[in-house]
């Protein structure tokens, strides 16, 4: 089967349209949001804080805790329960190591950063736009980085490596669907998942051209930084 | 927190407050429809600082066997601890039971949906309307906030397309239908310090409260809900003040709805 043209009409190598805003929740220490066509995500940070309970404190660094949840009306479908699932757990510690490498959290010993991210209204691609929307949210709360971090979704439709599925995509029964967070300064990458089915070749054209659209993210985000601080 | 107290009352009796605002003033309010494509009805509340959004899920359900002819309803609140430092992850709380159950007081007393006419096959098929209320940013006055959003998100609402098996088809784009709303409920929650009322308290204005009092109230001036909060009691002259307070400041919240 070959796959002519996306369902919503895109570029195959075409990212969906994308918003982003830094300091959008007054009460956090740093937060923002980022949008890439329906999937929207909040983040908001708080910390370094005192850590609770006390012997999950670390006296050699501070830690970095992970709270994704969609909001119960966000899905596809049927309400989503709240609380917690095998899923969000999941999504937590991934996107923990995917933030991890570019934090220097040695200076706050025995604290946590806490990083929560809430999602009003999806369309795949939820865990890359809270990695996105989380490294700003970090950045604004002035926590020390070494770099950013961009994420997309690469995948495979039929015949074709796409980016920044959307739930059509992503559902497709011939694909594969590919989270990829990069550091876009080094280049490494920090998140790599797949579910569906691929070949090698695929699989390289899949993060190559992922790794060029996270420059793409890289200059959004960069661009809401400054404004953010233009206005201060 | 006494010196706090003190400094506030002072202010107050001047009718003044940290914010410049008088004892009776809310701040401003703005409501934005249609926030999230996911939900079949879904709006944004903005009072003040203050952000809440709501979103109102339609299922199709059994009715209760105790009411076959009317169709569900259910209100949920999450206090994100993205929206505010001193809230934690997990099930629930107190407060946020409390908020969304007079929500849904609110709503299920004044009769604001005609649940009736939710009915899709009698005894058998309903339509159950799920109402999740999400704080985004707390500064204070979040049940008032809440009771708006909660509102608006059901005037948003349109029922989902039905599949001949009385299901919900999700896939399809919704109808042009309407939930049959038939009221609109406002809640003004008003606040007694010492011997002095306010109302939308700020979080610091919220650390000194004594007693409050949320009032449910339709357009026809009715009261559909009531509900005291606060450690200390109040008496019959302070319930008549605030109930009358709360009917005052009605009519301008509802007309935020547009």
Not at chain 1, 93 to 120: C, G, H, R, S, W
Not at chain 2, 40 to 52: I, K
């Amino acid at each position: 089967m070959s796959y002519t043209k996306r369902f919503d009409g895109r570029g195959f190598e075409e990212l969906r349209s994308m918003k982003a805003k830094v300091g959008v929740i007054p009460r956090a220490d740093g937060s923002a949001m980022f949008q890439t066509g329906k999937t929207i995500a909040y983040a908001a940070v708080y910390g370094p804080r005192d850590l609770h309970p006390k012997f999950m404190q670390n006296p050699q660094t501070g830690i970095l805790r992970i709270n994704y949840n969609m909001m119960p009306f966000s899905g596809h479908g049927e309400r989503v329960r709240p609380g917690g699932s095998r899923r969000s757990k999941e999504i937590n510690m991934v996107i923990q190591n995917a933030l991890l490498p570019v934090l220097n959290l040695k200076e706050y010993p025995n604290t946590v950063v806490d990083v929560f991210v809430e999602l009003p209204q999806t369309d795949a691609g939820t865990r890359c736009a809270a990695i996105v929307a989380a490294a700003m949210a970090l950045a604004d709360a002035g926590i020390e980085m070494k770099d950013l971090v961009c994420a997309v979704a690469a995948g495979r439709v039929e015949d074709k490596v796409v980016l920044d599925l959307d739930y059509y995509e992503d559902s497709h029964e011939d694909g594969a669907d590919i989270p990829v967070a990069i550091l876009p300064n080094s280049g490494k990458v920090t998140l790599l998942q797949m579910d569906g089915e691929i070949s090698p070749e695929m699989l390289k054209e899949a993060i190559t051209k992922a790794k060029i659209a996270c420059k793409k993210i890289y200059e959004v985000q960069k661009e809401a930084l400054k404004a953010r601080f233009a206005t201060r | 927190m006494q010196e706090q107290k003190a400094h506030l009352l002072k202010a107050l009796s001047k009718n003044t407050r940290y914010d410049g605002r008088k004892a009776l003033e809310y701040r401003q309010i703005t409501v934005e429809y249609g926030i999230s494509g996911s939900a079949e009805g879904s709006a944004r509340v903005r009072m003040g600082g203050t952000e809440v959004i709501a979103g109102v899920k339609i299922e199709t359900g059994t009715p209760y066997s105790d009411t076959p002819d009317q169709g569900n309803l259910m209100v949920n609140a999450e206090l994100l601890p993205l929206s505010n430092p001193r809230y934690e992850s997990g099930p629930p709380g107190e407060k946020a039971t409390e908020l969304a159950r007079v929500v849904d007081r609110g709503i299920r007393e004044s009769k604001c949906i005609d649940v009736k006419k939710l009915v899709i096959k009698s005894g058998e098929h309903v339509w159950s309307i799920n109402i999740d209320i999400c704080s985004i940013n707390d500064e204070g006055n979040l049940q008032d906030a809440s009771m708006l959003a909660a509102i608006a998100a059901l005037k948003d609402a349109r029922l989902p397309k039905l599949t001949d098996k009385f299901e919900a088809d999700y896939d399809a784009e919704k109808t042009k239908e309407k939930l049959p709303l038939a009221r609109t409920p406002v809640e003004v929650t008003v606040i007694k310090i010492g011997d002095q009322f306010l109302v939308d308290p700020l979080v610091d204005e919220e650390d000194l409260i004594e007693a409050r009092l949320t009032v449910a109230i339709t357009e026809k001036g009715t009261i559909c809900a009531l509900q005291k909060g606060g450690e200390l009691p109040l008496s019959v002259e302070d319930i008549e003040k605030m109930v009358s307070i709360a009917q005052k400041l009605a009519p301008s919240l509802r007309n935020t709805l547009g």
